[in-house]
Nanobody, 125 residues
Framework: QVQLVESGGGSVQAGGSLRLACAAATYTYNPICIGWFRQSPGREREGVASIYTDSDTRYYADSVKGRFTISQDNAKNTVYLQMNSLNPGDTAMYYC??????????????????WGQGTQVTVSS
């Protein structure tokens, strides 16, 4: 089991930036993949970006390519999501999640077993 804690959410105007952080507070296994997901009311949870913790290979949803960057700091057991050029469509609760499987590229929430509590991102026009 991995305990994840997100931070960095907030409110920003369209065109602005935010950086989210996902810290692994405690863990009983080393996750192979860390992913960021988001969910807004009435919509399904959507995979945003993911990263293999060993190879640093990264994947992005088409909706955020070129605007969001996922990165990791292994010394701090923290994964970041830098979000630039935000628009109101990015408004959602953002969650990070850990997986012990090599399915990072699929960005499927069911591949991830441990989840953080979420952090809210609100983008106003």
């Amino acid at each position: 089991q991995v305990q994840l804690v997100e931070s960095g959410g907030g409110s920003v105007q369209a065109g602005g930036s935010l950086r989210l952080a996902c810290a692994a507070a405690t863990y009983t296994y080393n996750p192979i993949c860390i992913g960021w997901f988001r969910q807004s009311p009435g919509r399904e949870r959507e995979g945003v970006a993911s990263i293999y913790t060993d190879s640093d290979t990264r994947y992005y949803a088409d909706s955020v390519k070129g605007r969001f960057t996922i990165s990791q700091d292994n010394a701090k057991n923290t994964v970041y999501l830098q979000m630039n050029s935000l628009n109101p469509g990015d408004t959602a609760m953002y969650y990070c999640a850990a997986s012990r499987f090599r399915y990072c590229d699929r960005l499927y929430s069911r591949d991830f077993g441990d989840w953080g509590q979420g952090t809210q991102v609100t983008v106003s026009s």
